[in-house]
């Protein structure tokens, strides 16, 4: 299954696009796109920082997601807050 | 009275408007309320000791606005139903001044008003999937570091040690 993921804050600085897509075995978890991310950062992201992606939350429109929860086909990567 | 007369949640593209701090008053005022707060978050000259030009603030709209509502819920039940809320958040590239967020509560006293005034700034600086890139004078530019939100979903357990993010520094 392809996994379409947005990308915001940091993730910006790593790439031109605002977007990437992750291909996934079907029934896939949120898990498995957090290591299939990590192994994209570690192969074309040299300057994402350690720890970055642990931080990281990945969240639908409506909610951050539970992580042994199935993946959803789109879902956004977020970096630490710092509104206001 | 529809929920909805009782909290504005919106996210606002400062290329196209600026936050309007009155019409937070306004939306927040009513004749039952004898008490009004409002915080008002600008873009500052110094961040960490340096001097800063502008920033430039991103967001995820959609979530962004349904933690509003949730803070603003949370708000209500916890003051009471009768309280008006208001949270404003703007994107895009802000100068040095401008306005950044506008939050505001009315209320029949003062003490609810400004117990959900903090809260509801507390919760969009901690909550609600917003991020800053500031840019410093020398040119050089930097998205800041902030609060994770791994584990805040609603049925997630507590953070395990390895992922507990350190957001004791709230000068952010």
């Known amino acids: 299954m392809q996994i379409e993921v947005q990308l915001f804050g940091a993730f910006r600085q790593f790439q031109p696009e605002p977007r990437l897509t992750l291909e996934l075995p ?9 290591r299939a ?15 970055l992606l642990d931080a990281t939350a990945l969240a639908s429109a409506e909610a951050v997601l539970d992580e042994s929860a199935p993946a959803p086909t789109r879902l956004a990567v977020l970096p630490p807050v710092s509104g206001g | 009275m529809d929920p909805k007369h009782y909290r504005h949640c919106a996210v606002v593209d ?16 009513d004749e039952a309320h004898g008490g009004l ?8 000259r110094q961040s960490h000791g340096r001097a800063v ?5 991103d967001l995820y709209q959609p979530l962004t606005l349904r933690q509003f509502e949730r803070a ?13 809320l208001y949270v404003a958040h703007a994107y895009g590239s802000l100068k040095l001044g401008d306005l950044a967020v ?19 700034i507390e919760a969009v600086k901690h909550e609600a999937p917003i991020w800053k890139r500031e840019h410093y004078v020398d040119g050089s530019s930097e998205w800041s570091e902030g609060c994770s939100l791994c584990y805040r979903g609603e049925q997630s357990p507590a953070p395990p040690a390895a992922h507990a993010h350190d957001c004791a520094d709230h000068r952010h």
Do not use: M, N
């Open chain 2, 37 to 44: 707060a409002v915080f008002v978050g600008k873009v500052r």
């Open chain 1, 26 to 34: 079907e029934g896939a978890s949120v898990t498995d796109v957090r």
């Open chain 1, 37 to 51: 991310l990590a192994a994209h950062a570690a192969a074309h992201w040299p300057r994402c920082p350690a720890g």
């Open chain 2, 53 to 57: 030009l502008g920033i430039d603030y």
């Open chain 2, 14 to 29: 400062i290329a196209r408007q600026p936050l309007d701090t009155a019409a937070a008053i306004d939306f927040v005022s």
């Open chain 2, 72 to 84: 603003c819920a949370t708000v209500l039940e916890r003051y009471g139903p009768t309280l008006k």
């Open chain 2, 102 to 120: 506008v939050v505001a509560a009315g209320s029949p006293h003062r003490d609810e008003a400004f117990r959900a005034c903090r809260d509801l």
